[in-house]
């Protein structure tokens, strides 16, 4: 009894915290505050929005008008497609985490990484009416599809912003300045990733090229 009652109560605060990230995007200042300090999110609700936010991409390269997006399903390697948007994920709440902690960030890996989730909640939010829509209209229309579809990007960027100077603590050029330093971390870190795997590369070919070498000598 006490066990199921236990599951219950896990998945009612699993609702409520999904139900609280539509509270942060229409009070983002107050809402990403309460979701760490007060810990009214989850990381199974974050888990969830960044499921369908991958999801609704990957639907509206199938759904979306080819007015508006032209698909060639033969050039696409959908598990690349989802590591292009997992990837720069990992590297934001990594030189996020990493630089703010340098200076009196407030905010954990694990928070970051919830608060950004919760962040994303407006793009599913838009583009599944959007891809809907997007079948409806002409192209002489597409101009709205176009600045809706860009306010939804917009709205995300805005909202992840706002939530990482709450959950740091930080004023609002601080927070400001240490976004910039976190895209530009971004890019340091995929330049250190791409020497590290060359000389992987380069090194597994030296040892193959001896191990050929020495089998053509024997």
Same mark, same amino acid.
């Given at each position: 009894?006490?066990?199921?009652?236990?599951?219950?109560?896990?998945? !009612?605060?699993?609702?409520?915290?999904?139900?609280?990230?539509?509270?942060? %995007?229409?009070?983002?200042?107050?809402?990403?505050?309460?979701?760490?300090?007060?810990?009214?999110?989850?990381? &199974? +609700? @974050?888990?969830?929005?960044?499921?369908?936010?991958?999801?609704?991409?990957?639907?509206?390269?199938?759904?979306? *008008?080819?007015?508006? $997006?032209?698909?060639?399903?033969?050039?696409?390697?959908?598990?690349?497609?989802?590591?292009? !948007?997992? #990837?720069?994920? +990992? $590297?934001?709440?990594?030189?996020?985490? @990493?630089?703010?902690?340098?200076?009196?960030?407030? /905010?954990r890996l694990g928070q970051v990484y919830m608060a950004t989730c919760y962040? %994303?909640?407006?793009?599913?939010?838009?583009? =599944?009416?959007?891809?809907? +829509?997007?079948?409806?209209?002409?192209?002489?229309?597409?101009?709205?599809?176009?600045?809706?579809?860009?306010?939804?990007? =917009?709205?995300? +960027?805005?909202? !992840?912003?706002? &939530?990482? /100077?709450?959950?740091?603590? #930080?004023?609002?050029?601080?927070?400001?300045?240490?976004?910039? @330093? *976190?895209?530009?971390?971004?890019?340091?870190?995929?330049?250190?990733?791409?020497?590290?795997?060359?000389?992987?590369?380069?090194?597994i070919s030296y040892f193959v090229s001896i191990g050929k070498e020495l089998?053509?000598?024997?």
């Amino acid at each position: 009894m006490f066990k199921t009652l236990t599951k219950k109560e896990t998945y !009612i605060k699993y609702l409520k915290s999904l139900k609280f990230s539509l509270y942060c %995007m229409t009070h983002p200042l107050d809402g990403f505050w309460d979701l760490t300090h007060e810990k009214r999110g989850t990381y &199974a +609700a @974050a888990n969830t929005i960044l499921f369908i936010t991958v999801l609704v991409r990957i639907l509206k390269l199938r759904y979306t *008008s080819f007015l508006f $997006l032209n698909v060639y399903w033969e050039d696409i390697n959908i598990f690349l497609y989802i590591a292009s !948007i997992l #990837f720069p994920l +990992a $590297l934001w709440v990594v030189g996020n985490w @990493a630089l703010t902690t340098l200076f009196d960030g407030k /905010g954990r890996l694990g928070q970051v990484y919830m608060a950004t989730c919760y962040g %994303m909640v407006p793009y599913p939010l838009i583009q =599944i009416p959007l891809m809907i +829509a997007s079948n409806m209209v002409t192209i002489e229309e597409g101009q709205f599809y176009q600045v809706l579809d860009v306010i939804s990007l =917009i709205y995300c +960027a805005f909202l !992840i912003i706002l &939530a990482m /100077g709450q959950i740091h603590d #930080f004023s609002l050029g601080k927070n400001i300045l240490f976004t910039i @330093a *976190s895209l530009f971390a971004m890019l340091v870190m995929v330049f250190i990733l791409m020497i590290f795997f060359s000389m992987v590369t380069q090194g597994i070919s030296y040892f193959v090229s001896i191990g050929k070498e020495l089998m053509f000598r024997m």
